[in-house]
């Protein structure tokens, strides 16, 4: 499934606006440890993370991960999301906690 | 994919790492992989080279002051190399043990400190070893071998 797909499917918010979204996403990682992340992120996953400090890209960009989703409408600053199209790294946003959102994410991965 | 470079001279590449300079050590990763990918080494050897890279750096970027990354790259293998002038490492078997961290708050509320990146970097390399003088500074190193004997495949 697209990033553009999953982001009808469950509703997300686009923060970056129309980058990447033809995208193929093949699993999903939910974390906010970033060693955690760095180790166990697999390539072409959405990454669900509370942090949103300018380096959870450089990690994004390191493991080749697909986007990112911010959980509970958490803010972000406009650096981030500028540094974000600019690596063509989509953040992607919902009002569900991170638990709820890893489960219509996985449900809708899982089933395809 | 190839085993070895045989035909490939050897490359040295290096990266200044500030203080709190989170987003270069990030980005000095992305960099090394991208010209481990040029090089056509396998997905394997890169994904592991590049979270040895970012843990390194990070760990120079967070607990010490400032420092030097090295990356070699011969016809057999990858060295990774950190110096930094920081603090210094008092107990190294504690500091590689999974879990323990002295990372500041500020860092722990970016998502550092999990106590994982050691661990991570040794998991990651076929060689790894820490010289460091309490108060002075820090030097790593991490060997990465095309053809592995822990890693094979
Ligand atoms: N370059 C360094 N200079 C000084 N101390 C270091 C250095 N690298 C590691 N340490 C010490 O070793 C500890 C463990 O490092 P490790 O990378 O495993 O975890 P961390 O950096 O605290 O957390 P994480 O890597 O999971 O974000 C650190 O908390 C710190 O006390
Ligand atoms: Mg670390």
Not at chain 2, 67 to 73: D, Q, S
Not at chain 2, 86 to 109: K, W
Not at chain 2, 117 to 140: A, R
Request: with cysteine; charged share 25%.
């Amino acid at each position: 499934m697209t990033i553009a797909q999953l982001v009808n499917a469950l509703g997300l918010e686009v923060l970056t606006g129309d980058i990447n979204m033809n995208r193929e996403i093949k699993a999903g990682y939910t974390s906010d440890l970033l060693s955690d992340a760095i180790a166990n992120i697999e390539e072409d996953s959405v990454w669900i993370t509370i942090q949103r400090h300018i380096n959870i890209l450089g990690v994004a960009k390191l493991k080749d991960a697909a986007a990112i989703i911010i959980p509970r409408n958490l803010q972000l600053e406009e650096n981030v999301i500028e540094k974000a199209r600019e690596e063509d790294i989509a953040i992607l946003r919902c009002p569900q906690s991170a638990f709820e959102i890893s489960g219509l994410l996985y449900n809708i991965l899982t089933r395809g | 994919m190839v085993d070895s470079l045989q035909y490939t001279p050897q490359i040295t590449l290096e990266f200044p790492i500030g203080e709190k300079d989170f987003f270069m050590a990030g980005e000095s990763a992305s960099r090394v992989k991208k010209t481990l990918q040029q090089l056509g080494l396998k997905q394997d050897i890169i994904r592991r080279v590049a979270i040895i890279i970012y843990e390194a750096a990070m760990n120079v970027a967070i607990h010490a002051s400032h420092g030097l990354l090295t990356v070699h790259i011969d016809p057999e293998s990858i060295s990774i190399q950190t110096d930094d002038k920081g603090v210094g490492i008092p107990d190294i078997e504690l500091a590689m043990r999974e879990g323990y961290s002295t990372a500041p708050y500020e860092a722990q509320e970016m998502g550092f400190g999990a106590g994982m990146g050691l661990p991570n970097m040794k998991q990651c390399s076929d060689e790894l070893s820490l010289d460091t003088k309490v108060g002075k500074g820090t030097t790593l190193k991490a060997k990465v071998y095309f053809i592995s004997k822990e890693h094979p495949g």
